[in-house]
């Protein structure tokens, strides 16, 4: 099974290898007969596309409440004390 999995995984290496090396062989194609409107178009829309996964990503879905944190926790995060200051008998 180990076999199968890393199969996989050497695929999806060599097939991201051969978008990368695609790109930018497209990419020096346009830069040399210069095509930069086309570059810009085709850079501002990667951009675009970018932010819309990082967007849609739920990037904080995980099985613990972030709402159940102890109020000194709290308390930490935002720099204020909830308890007050301990003062020395000496």
Same mark, same amino acid.
């Given at each position: 099974m180990s076999q199968r999995?890393?199969?996989?995984t050497k695929k999806r290496r060599s097939l =991201?290898? %051969?978008?990368?090396?695609?790109l930018?062989?497209?990419?020096?194609? %346009?830069?040399y007969f210069e095509k930069t409107e086309l570059l810009y178009v085709l850079a501002t829309l990667?951009? =675009?596309a970018l932010l819309v996964i990082v967007a849609t990503a739920d990037l904080g879905a995980h099985d613990r409440s972030d709402n159940a944190l102890p109020?000194?926790?709290q308390a930490a995060a935002s720099g204020v004390s909830s308890s007050p200051p301990k003062l020395s008998s000496k």
């Open positions: 999995i890393n199969t996989k =991201t290898y %051969l978008w990368i090396f695609g930018a062989v497209a990419v020096f194609v %346009l830069i990667g951009v =675009t109020s000194n926790a």
